[in-house]
């Protein structure tokens, strides 16, 4: 089990970095007027309307946030980060 530690660190550190840059993206993409999906030149097209877009980036976002702060917590917490 004490070889496993190793890779569990790793792997959590990556999925930390990885869910970080992915809120960055997502926060990006969100437009402070409303905008937000809509406003990038016709890719809401793939959800049926302008709000069922900006519901799904919402939840999208909000689960991301909550996957950075589990894998921050947990790094912090057992692994002295």
């Known amino acids: 089990m004490d070889s ?3 890779f569990i660190r790793l792997f959590l550190q990556i999925m930390q970095i990885l869910s ?3 809120l960055i993206v997502l926060v990006m993409i969100h437009s402070p007027k ?3 999906i809509g406003g990038m030149g016709g890719t ?5 309307s ?8 919402n939840k999208i976002t909000a689960y991301t946030a909550g996957a950075f702060y589990v ?3 947990v790094l912090g917490h057992y692994f002295g980060f």
């Open 4 to 6: 496993l530690i190793p």
């Open 20 to 22: 970080a840059v992915l």
């Open 34 to 36: 409303g905008d937000g």
């Open 50 to 57: 302008q709000k069922g877009a900006e519901a799904a980036l």
């Open 44 to 48: 809401s097209q793939i959800f049926s």
């Open 71 to 73: 894998f921050s917590f």
